[in-house]
């Protein structure tokens, strides 16, 4: 069975850039988390949606970031305008629901310049 | 708003050793889950404790819960290279959020 997929696996760019990231979770997963992962922390939430309805999205930053899960499948998450302090690995997960382990896809290394 | 703390932050052991890495906890709680993460990769489920005096066991690895001291212990037993990795434990919210909270990890290194 194929795990989450993420893409790109690395990503620089220049500050005030825009950036996207995209995921597919695992097939039949309906809750999908993208997740920000500072070097030598834990990860911390940005968002969770179960099916295409954002359903926690209080510590995402609104006024750069964004994101969507159109069809309530794959999602996509973007920082417009990118800043220096957004590097960081952006990691999705998927679980079954809510209540269920969250598996973890290979994230995507942010570095901004 | 619940905290989670892990000690050590970094543990240099020696194989074949046994060691305890701790996990507490600031709120009630009855979920905990322990992940594995290799440098560069993504976090691999290892366990989930779903109740008091939950134990389990996958190899060298063993995983306690103790939910009236907010206590999780993850016990390494006769260590070996192949378990150097950083080890992260995250504890569920149990209001309607279903957040997971992680700690900071723990960051294994066996010698040989």
């Known amino acids: 069975e194929a795990g989450v997929v993420q893409s790109p696996r690395y990503k620089i760019i220049e500050k005030k850039q825009p950036v996207a990231f995209w995921c597919n979770p695992i097939?039949?997963?309906?809750?999908l988390y993208w997740y920000l992962q500072n070097l030598g922390q834990g990860p911390e939430l940005l968002i969770r949606?179960?099916?295409?309805?954002?359903?926690?999205d209080s510590q995402l930053p609104k006024d750069r970031f964004s994101a969507e899960r159109l069809k309530g499948v794959d999602s996509t998450l973007k920082i417009q305008p990118a800043e220096l302090g957004d590097s960081a690995v952006y990691l999705c997960?998927?679980?079954?629901?809510?209540?269920?382990?969250?598996?973890f896809g290979p994230g995507t290394r942010l570095t901004v310049l | 708003e619940l905290k989670v703390e892990q000690n050590p932050l970094f543990l240099s052991m020696q194989e074949g050793k046994n060691y305890t890495i701790y996990c507490n906890y600031s709120?009630?709680?009855?979920?905990l889950y322990w992940y594995r993460q290799d440098p560069g990769k993504s976090l691999e489920s290892l366990f989930v404790?779903?109740?008091?005096?939950a134990v389990k066991q996958e190899g060298r690895l063993m995983a306690s819960l103790d939910t009236k001291a907010r206590l999780s212990t993850l016990h390494i037993t006769a260590a070996v290279h192949d378990l150097s990795a950083t080890y992260f434990c995250?504890?569920?919210?149990?209001?309607?959020?279903?957040?997971?909270?992680f700690g900071s990890g723990t960051r294994l290194l066996v010698r040989p």
């Open positions: 097939s039949g997963h309906n809750t």
């Open positions: 997960a998927s679980s079954l629901d809510r209540t269920d382990t969250q598996y």
């Open positions: 709120t009630t709680s009855d979920r």
């Open positions: 949606y179960e099916n295409e309805e954002a359903v926690d």
């Open positions: 995250a504890v569920d919210m149990v209001d309607s959020s279903y957040k997971l909270i």
């Open positions: 404790l779903l109740s008091n005096g």
